[in-house]
């Protein structure tokens, strides 16, 4: 069963963007390369943004696991749930607002992902290029 | 509705956007068919020890690449374009995925997948109409 890994992918997908984030708020704008440049090392050593980069090579790593066991046009859109939980997490750590778009998208992409669960068509298929 | 896309300030990175949405399935396309020649890794100590294996693989290798390329130009376009305009874009790779995996790979594409794609499309550009954030400018 691959929804599992697929929910934990998106999880530690959300987990870290939202590490990246607060690391990153305490920089300041960046608003060039060079200015990125010029504190790369103090920027990726930042707590927040290590584990943040930790956890995206961590996720790399799981999505390459779940590829290798289901077709890709079944657990590829499993990633619009990363949306839902980044709305409802964004709410409870950053404050930010949901509106009635929002909510209507948060329904809407839950119903496809739930419609995506009921495909018979997960398993991994030969591939024609092989 | 061609007339909106001309009148928009952003409409000048459509180009840019949609070779990074292309880049982007690209990167999945060519990972997908690198981990299905690898075989079944079914957890991380699995992983770890097939690692060389995954690691060298010309595909993975390229998938990789395109992955964290097409990042980079995403993070690019963010910073001159609002996110909402961007959103309807990156709904369409979802679209590329199950087109390219049928074509590709010979993917079983049944109704429950085409109505997920329907409504999770929808639900993404939903998101773009939202007037909370998003927008780098505030």
């Keep these: 069963m691959a929804i ?3 929910l934990a992918f998106t999880v530690l997908v959300v987990a870290g963007q939202l590490l990246l984030k607060s690391g990153l708020s305490t920089f300041g704008e ?4 060079g200015v990125l440049m010029s504190k790369i090392l103090i920027i990726v050593f930042n707590r927040y943004v290590f584990l943040g980069l930790v956890l995206y090579v961590f996720s790399t790593g799981l999505w390459l ?9 079944f657990c590829y859109p499993f ?3 990363s949306y839902v939980l980044i709305i409802i997490t964004s709410r409870i750590f950053f404050r930010e607002i949901i509106d009635i778009y929002k909510v209507f998208a948060i329904l809407l992409i839950i119903a496809g992902v739930i419609m995506l669960s009921l495909s018979r068509t997960g398993k991994k298929q030969h591939s024609l290029i092989n | 509705m061609l007339d909106l896309i001309r009148n928009n300030p952003n409409a000048s990175a459509i180009p840019l956007i949609l070779v990074t949405t292309f880049l982007a399935v690209g990167g999945q396309l060519s ?5 299905t020649s690898v ?5 991380m100590k699995a992983l770890l020890r097939s690692l060389a294996r995954v690691a060298t693989n010309r595909w993975v290798l390229t998938g990789l690449a395109l992955y964290i390329f097409s990042t980079l130009l995403w993070m690019m376009i963010l910073t001159k374009t609002p996110l909402s305009f961007c959103y309807p874009f990156i709904s369409l790779s979802y679209v590329f995925v199950i087109v390219a995996s049928r074509i590709f790979f010979r993917e079983r594409i049944d109704h429950f997948k085409i109505l997920a794609i329907v409504l999770i499309v929808s639900g993404v550009v939903l998101l773009s109409m939202s007037g909370t954030g998003g927008h780098p400018d505030g």
Excluded: D, E, F, Y
Excluded at chain 2, 31 to 35: A, E, I, V
């Design chain 1, 4 to 6: 599992p890994w697929i």
């Design chain 2, 31 to 35: 990972l997908k068919h690198g981990m």
């Design chain 2, 39 to 43: 075989g079944n890794i079914p957890g």
């Design chain 1, 65 to 73: 696991i779940i590829l290798s066991r289901t077709s890709l046009s």
């Design chain 1, 30 to 33: 960046i608003n060039s390369l």
């Design chain 1, 79 to 81: 990633i619009s749930i």
